[in-house]
């Protein structure tokens, strides 16, 4: 049974860090894609980033986020990890770890900015950023 369990969210104040961490279990998932989506109160759930395997070549980020977020892997531990810095209150959300089976490389940068392209999800952590 896979599981994905997403940790490190909290009540920070504008400009602050946090790490968020999301172990993987059930299985090798050294070559899957491994994301971030954020919900943010009233609205749909949105992609943040995305990163497959180690392969530094295969990471996107949200516009929104770009410079200030760094995602990254720890195949050993089947690990993702989101390194937020100066975060500011528009960060505030529920995120979402999510895992992509998906193999083919055809149009992945498109594709894995999509929920539904992904299998497995977390069950989210909150993300609360004051001004």
């Known amino acids: 049974q896979v599981q994905l369990v997403g940790s490190g969210g909290g009540l920070v104040q504008a400009g602050a860090s946090l790490r968020l961490s999301c172990p993987a279990s059930g299985g090798d998932f050294g070559s899957w894609t491994m994301g971030w989506f954020a919900r943010a109160p009233g609205k749909e759930r949105g992609f943040v980033a995305a990163?497959?395997?180690?392969?530094?070549?295969?990471?996107v980020y949200a516009d929104s986020i770009k410079g200030r977020f760094t995602i990254s892997r720890l195949n050993a531990k089947n690990t993702v990890n989101l390194q937020m810095n100066n975060l500011k209150p528009d960060d505030t959300a529920f995120y979402y770890c999510?895992?992509?089976?998906?193999?083919?490389?055809?149009?992945?940068?498109?594709?894995?900015?999509?929920?539904?392209?992904?299998?497995?999800w977390g069950q989210g952590t909150q993300v609360t950023v004051s001004s």
């Open positions: 990163i497959r395997g180690t392969d530094r070549r295969h990471i």
């Open positions: 999510a895992l992509d089976s998906r193999k083919a490389l055809s149009a992945w940068a498109t594709s894995v900015r999509t929920p539904n392209e992904y299998d497995y």
